[in-house]
């Protein structure tokens, strides 16, 4: 099992580490190994999340998540992403942005540092997002009960995600975007119209994906309850295929930019170890791959079934990210703090997942109780 999910983890990073040495030496691969440890320390809560959506889908999917997945999460937004926001920013051509990549990297690391404010508004806002529309759910098993159940009772309100997700953008854009440090140290620029118009895109990103693939997610539901009526009433039921299939397209085009979202700091960090555009790619590349098995192992083994407080430590996670996503617009924040903030919520939660199971347990008594509705952490 372990072996044939991480397979491929495994041979690419045999290859990508091979790689490396040859082309840039001993040095060269160091770098690699370390930003794929950057990369898979700073993403493990995003293996949580798109595992407890990944599971929804058929074996199919899983696949095209862990192959075309892995090509647009490597290419896309660990190579080409960079290049396109400094090719937007700079107002430079495709060509030019990529000419500029290779031969003067001192100025593309600038050009994209300065880009910064937009990149982490966008990010920020989306994940911040999904950390609010979790919290103010109302979910039969709890893990912060103290904190959860009171936060359920107002998300009653069905914009109230949006509203304080559009208060936090105001506030952040009126406060931390107003002086923010240019690249070289030397003095400040006004970016708060910059960080209202991204964090906006972000907040619309959202909507319209999140949107689009819950509506598919509840019809998906619903034709699958109607199926099963008709088949109890031996009338036979209407295949499903077709719509699960739309399904899974938005379900995984909302996975995908859940993973740009995440792969924000980690794009970022890495220029503080290198600004090889190809170094950084296959040394992140490398790291996205792990999170992709990862996120199948979880799923496959029905982890979060067994563990269900894991789902909530990673959302916390994921509200943590967006907060200091927002706040490294202006104060740069190491990226061994975001790391491990994220590995101990989540460790946290895990705590609690087993503690519960054992109290379900009893003594002496292994064949398990009833779950229980609320931890009361």
Partial sequence: MLLKTFGWSFAITAAGLALAGVLWGWQGLAIVAILS?????????????????????????????????????????????????????AKLGPLEAVDLA???????????????????????????????DFIFEDRDIKWLAWLEKPLAR??????????????VLLITATTLATAVPVHDGVGTVDKATTVLLAGIGGLVTYLIVGGI???????????????????????????????????????????????????????????????????????????????????????????LDDYVYLEHGAHYAIGALAVILLITIKHEISEVVT??????????????????????AGPGDGSGAKAEVSSGV
């Fill in 37 to 89: 440890v950057l990369e898979i320390s700073l993403s493990f809560d995003n293996a949580v999340i798109n595992a407890g959506i990944l599971r929804k889908m058929n074996a199919f999917w899983q696949k095209i998540f862990l192959t075309v997945g892995i090509l647009i999460a490597v290419f896309g937004m660990r190579l080409v992403f960079p290049i396109v926001i400094v090719a937007i920013t």
């Fill in 102 to 132: 290779i031969n003067d990297k001192a100025r593309y690391e600038e050009l994209v540092t300065a880009a910064h404010p937009a990149i982490a508004a966008f990010g920020g806002m989306f994940l911040l997002m999904i950390f609010l």
């Fill in 213 to 303: 693939s819950g509506f598919f997610e509840d019809r998906l539901e619903q034709e699958e309850e109607e199926e099963e009526a008709e088949k109890a009433s031996a009338k036979g039921g209407p295949s499903v295929v077709g719509l699960a299939g739309k399904a899974a397209f938005f379900l995984f085009l909302y996975l995908e930019v859940i993973d740009a979202s995440f792969s924000f700091d980690g794009v970022i960090g890495a220029f503080a170890i290198t600004n090889d555009i190809f170094v950084m790619a296959l040394g992140l590349g490398i790291g996205a791959m792990y999170i992709r098995s990862l996120t199948v192992f979880l799923v496959r083994k029905g982890t």
């Fill in 154 to 167: 107002l998300g009653k309100l069905e914009t109230l995600s949006t509203v304080v997700a559009l208060v």
């Fill in 339 to 360: 790391g491990l903030i994220g590995v101990v919520l989540i460790g946290l939660s895990f705590w609690s997942s087993v503690v519960r199971n054992r109290k379900e």
